[in-house]
């Protein structure tokens, strides 16, 4: 399972990416329809905090080696101008 989120000025476009056999579709369109809604109704200060780490997480592992690692700075120059620090 793959999360995906664009965030705009004053929108967000927030999706998954699964993978599934096709005899389970049903199942799993079910389960993610259940936990997107949950996100409408119970959302705690602890899960806002687990996922703010595994963003984190991700974004540390997406920079392993020196390839990534160019490559993140040539989009943050292009894009801002600056290398943007993991505190920001």
């Known amino acids: ?33 259940y936990e997107m809604s949950k996100l409408c109704y119970r959302v705690s200060e602890d899960d806002v905090a687990c996922a703010r780490n595994k963003v984190k997480c991700s974004l540390l592992l997406q920079l392993e080696g020196t390839t990534p690692v160019a490559e993140d700075i040539g989009r943050q120059l292009l894009a801002y101008g600056r290398r943007i620090t993991f505190a920001e």
Do not use: H
């Open 1 to 33: 399972m793959m999360v995906l989120s664009e965030n705009y000025k004053d929108a967000c476009l927030f999706g998954v990416y699964v993978v599934a056999k096709p005899d389970r579709l049903d199942d799993l369109a079910y389960e993610i329809m």
